[in-house]
């Protein structure tokens, strides 16, 4: 079995795609070839996936990059909904604002009317999306600069090389400590444990920013019902375990583990969602 990773090792995605597929190889008691295949916001994994054969032997770790924001803003060579078979929807870290210390970006407040240089995991991705909901919202000029992966895009701003980054708490990580670094606010409907100290966007009047970044693990249109049942099935009896969802929980993962169908209902409520700031962007 072959599961792909559509984004570059370290960040949120590279950490999800390896754990699951390691629970998977336990319950399937078999090898899964795990592939990072990054590039334009996880699309062009996906894309070799959707012209995989349908058999039930290659999957890939879709998101709101692949399936909502980078086909909402260009032709990716393939249809999200209709190209695919959803098997789950798995869950993902929420996000956090980051500024370098020497940006003059020091809180929210002082991201108001004015130009701004940031960096994303990808076109399209979670990162994007809620860098272009904050620079609709508070009349910033955008100059956003899009990586392949959070890793590169925290270490960016570590560096000084930009000036701000939408990331997940997973490609933080342990760099939230760092004095090259602040962390402004998260997205999460509560603050994380992993960063207590850091306000959500809602407690700052800014509650339209409050999003989970989600993974979930679709396969090319066309899988049979007996294999797509058996790969919901077998994520469903991993992300149940307590000693996966401790190793989740210890890098900020939110599990919403929902069905094919559910996910399915999923993905179409957040292409809806995200339409109009997609659309905002290419004004």
């Not at 701004?116 to 076109?123: F, N, Y």
């Not at 000693?243 to 210890?250: K, N, S, T, V």
Request: glycine content about 12%; proline content about 6%.
């Amino acid at each position: 079995m072959t599961f792909v990773v559509p984004y570059r090792a370290g960040g949120a995605a590279d950490f999800i795609g390896r754990e699951l597929a390691a629970g998977l190889e336990a319950h399937y008691d078999t090898n899964i070839s795990v592939q990072n295949k990054p590039g334009a916001g996880g699309t062009i994994g996906s894309l070799s996936v959707s012209k995989s054969p349908a058999d039930g032997k290659t999957w890939v770790l879709c998101d709101r990059g692949s399936h909502v924001g980078g086909p909402l803003m260009r032709d990716v060579g393939y249809d999200p909904q209709q190209d695919f078979s959803v098997a789950a929807i798995v869950g993902g870290p929420a996000s956090a604002l980051i500024s370098n210390t020497d940006s003059g970006i020091d809180a929210l407040s002082s991201l108001q009317n004015k130009k701004w240089t940031w960096a994303s995991p990808g076109v399209g991705t979670h990162g994007h999306l809620l860098g272009a909901l904050l620079s609709n919202e508070r009349n910033l000029v955008s100059n956003h600069i899009p990586f392949k992966g959070g890793a590169g895009a925290v270490q960016a701003v570590m560096g000084g090389h930009t000036q701000a980054d939408v990331a997940t708490i997973t490609s933080i990580g342990g760099a939230s400590d760092s004095p090259l670094m602040r962390v402004l606010a998260v997205s999460s409907s509560k603050r994380s444990p992993l960063l207590p100290n850091t306000p959500t966007f809602a407690e700052l009047g800014m509650p339209q920013v409050t999003s989970l970044t989600w993974f979930g693990v679709c396969g090319p249109k066309g899988v049979g019902e007996t294999e797509l049942n058996a790969m919901q099935a077998a994520i469903q009896a991993v992300l149940a375990k307590p000693d996966w969802q401790a190793r989740f929980a210890q890098r900020g993962v939110e599990l919403l583990a929902l069905s094919s169908s559910q996910g399915m209902a999923y993905i179409a409520a957040e292409r809806q969602r995200w339409h109009p700031v997609v659309a905002a962007t290419q004004k």
